[in-house]
Structure formats: structure tokens, C-alpha cells
């Protein structure tokens, strides 16, 4: 049974920086797009970045520069490295893995950005 946990949210001043993490078990991941995605309060669900099994990343043009999204196979591990945060960043952060043409997500966890 694929699952994935969510951490590293919090409350932080706009210009910090918070660390989340999506640990996947279940199976090896080392070959599947993993992402992150945020959903803000009345907004729809966007991505906000992703990775290859292979490394390659992709990012959405708001983040671009500041998040950075990383994974350690060995640990079934997705990073994002979220640096010079804004309030408008402020957003529930899910985890997703593509597997085998299903998505699974995680339960999200809440980051919260102060002005």
C-alpha cells in the first residue's frame, strides 16, 4: 500500500525559509515523478514543482528561483527547499506521486506565511 507523509510546515516570517518532506512507502519510487502542490483558500490545487526519477525538474514560474525540489531514492524521499518565502506562498503543500499511471497524494501540510 503506497503512502505518503507530509512534513516540515509551519509559521515563518516573509523572507524565511522552511524545509518540507514527502516520505513514500509502499514500494521503490526511484524510478516515479514525484511533486509538490499547494492549494490556497479558494483557489485550485497548482503545482508548484516536480522531479523525475532521473532528476529532471520542473517549476512553476512563481517559485522559480527561490524553492528547490529534490529527492534522495535511497530514503523514498522528496525535498522542497523553500527560500525567501512571500505571504501569497502561504498554502496547504501535498506531496504526489505518479505510479503505474495512478496518482497518490499525501495529506498535506500547512505552511503559513506572516507579513
Known amino acids: 500500500q503506497v503512502q505518503l507523509v507530509e512534513s516540515g510546515g509551519g509559521l515563518v516570517q516573509a523572507g524565511g525559509s522552511l524545509r518540507l518532506s514527502c516520505a513514500a512507502s509502499?514500494?521503490?519510487?526511484?524510478?516515479?515523478?514525484m511533486g509538490w502542490y499547494r492549494q490556497a483558500p479558494g483557489k485550485q490545487r497548482e503545482l508548484v514543482a516536480r522531479?523525475?526519477?532521473?532528476?529532471?525538474?520542473l517549476y512553476a514560474d512563481s517559485v522559480k528561483d527561490r524553492f528547490t525540489i529534490s529527492r534522495d531514492n535511497a530514503k523514498n524521499t522528496v525535498y522542497l527547499q523553500m527560500n525567501s518565502l512571500k505571504p501569497e506562498d502561504t498554502a496547504v503543500y501535498y506531496c504526489?506521486?505518479?505510479?503505474?499511471?495512478?496518482?497518490?497524494w499525501g495529506q498535506g501540510t500547512q505552511v503559513t506565511v506572516s507579513s
Open positions: 509502499g514500494s521503490d519510487f526511484s524510478s516515479n515523478l
Open positions: 504526489k506521486l505518479l505510479r503505474l499511471g495512478r496518482e497518490y
Open positions: 522531479i523525475s526519477g532521473g532528476g529532471s525538474t
